[in-house]
């Protein structure tokens, strides 16, 4: 649609400072979630703050808030800073990083000369589960740093993740298989996935780097939430390629982080750009979501998440994931965000464009608005 290209265009004019400026660290209680992660020390986030690059900078808040990312010389990391550079070739990156994945499974981790340990200290890729982690944890942490508007770049790293899983599975010769089968009988949890169409132990991963995301498990310093918006913008792409994943909520996640409750400004400016990422990038995805609705029983004593928190309240006896009623309750939302004067202009220019998407695809092809509710 022709329309959606010219408000995608204008995405790109919301550009990052170049040189961020400090915002006030959240309190993290000495004795809740986060606070081994939460760091006190200002002047390093001054230093931080003061590198060249907004790269530099997501590293180095990784690295400073014991994020979940690759190991600091992992070998698969390197490789894919070369892939990402054009240094070499898709399938160059997927087999100089797989291969030697493969050789540990086939052999158990080495096992007839290490025993049944799947781990050396000090080693992690000496283990296939390990070196895989090591892999996953350094894609996202690529994602992180890759810009959310250059979709070309973003889709290097899902086509890179394709890649591995329409990889064939490796096989063990029948001397190999004597040998794990004696040594290390329980070597891999098949419950996880088998190399490599299951992607196994992805989305463990996953979800750890999605706990250290602002407000949560790192702070809210403006490249932490630059950090964020482009690991939506990976996710949002790599729930809309084929051959991959089913979304897992991660929208929701998001959206409701960033809009269901009331939030300090330094954490909003962390947290609507990445809401926001959803809606641009997700579109009519995300409406159609919302037309079908998606529902969940309240059921007594069961576990949900914190989101969504107190600005939105379920009416009835079912809790609402996506319907039209969230649907503009979120545009409502991100339209007083695009409003705030307490806001970065830059936070206050995606919530602008959100509602501006979220316009347009309620008007629809055939130009006539389908009305929502609160």
């Known amino acids: ?71 600091p010389n992992s070998p698969s990391y390197a490789i894919l800073l070369q892939y990402m550079s054009g240094k070499n070739s898709l399938q160059e990156a997927i087999d100089h990083i797989a291969e030697p994945i493969e050789e540990l499974w086939r052999t158990g981790d080495h096992c007839a000369e290490n025993g049944a340990e799947e781990d050396i200290e000090g080693h992690p890729w000496s283990s296939a589960v390990s070196t895989l982690m090591d892999l996953w944890y350094g894609l996202m942490h690529m994602a992180k740093r890759t810009p959310w508007m250059d979709e070309a770049a973003q889709n290097k790293l899902i086509v890179l993740l394709q890649g591995f899983k329409t990889r064939p599975a490796p096989t063990r010769s029948p001397e190999q298989q004597a040998t794990v089968d004696r040594i290390n009988p329980e070597y891999w949890d098949e419950s996880e996935g088998m190399l490599w169409e299951g992607l196994p132990w992805y989305g463990l991963c996953a979800a750890e780097v999605r706990n250290d995301c602002p407000d949560g498990g790192s702070g809210c310093q403006i490249p932490e939430g630059i950090a964020f918006a482009n690991l939506c913008g990976y996710q949002a792409r790599l729930a809309l390629a084929e051959h991959v994943f089913e979304a897992w909520n991660n929208e929701l996640d998001a959206l409701c982080s960033a809009l269901d409750r009331d939030i300090e400004p330094h954490v909003a400016d962390a947290l609507v750009p990445s809401a926001a990422v959803w809606i641009l990038i997700h579109r009519e995805k995300l409406w159609e979501k919302c037309v079908r609705g998606l529902y969940h029983k309240k059921t007594p004593g069961q576990f949900y998440p914190s ?15 996506f319907s039209r009623e969230r649907w503009a309750f979120w545009k409502e939302r991100f339209g007083l965000m695009a409003s705030d004067e307490k806001l970065r202009v830059e936070t206050s220019q995606i919530a602008g464009l959100a509602v501006e998407v979220m316009e347009a695809i309620e008007m629809g092809e055939d130009g006539k608005r389908h009305v929502v509710k609160v």
Do not use: Y
């Open 307 to 321: 989101w969504p928190g107190d600005r939105w309240v379920d009416k009835g006896k079912q809790r609402t994931l």
């Open 1 to 71: 649609m022709a329309d959606s290209q010219v408000i995608l265009e204008h995405a790109h004019t919301i550009t990052p400072p170049a040189s961020p400026k400090l915002v006030p660290e959240r309190h993290f209680d000495p004795n809740g979630p986060g606070a081994s992660r939460s760091g006190d020390n200002t002047s390093r986030i001054k230093a931080i703050l003061s590198l060249p690059t907004t790269e530099e900078q997501i590293d180095a808040f990784a690295l400073f808030r014991n994020c979940f990312m690759h190991e």
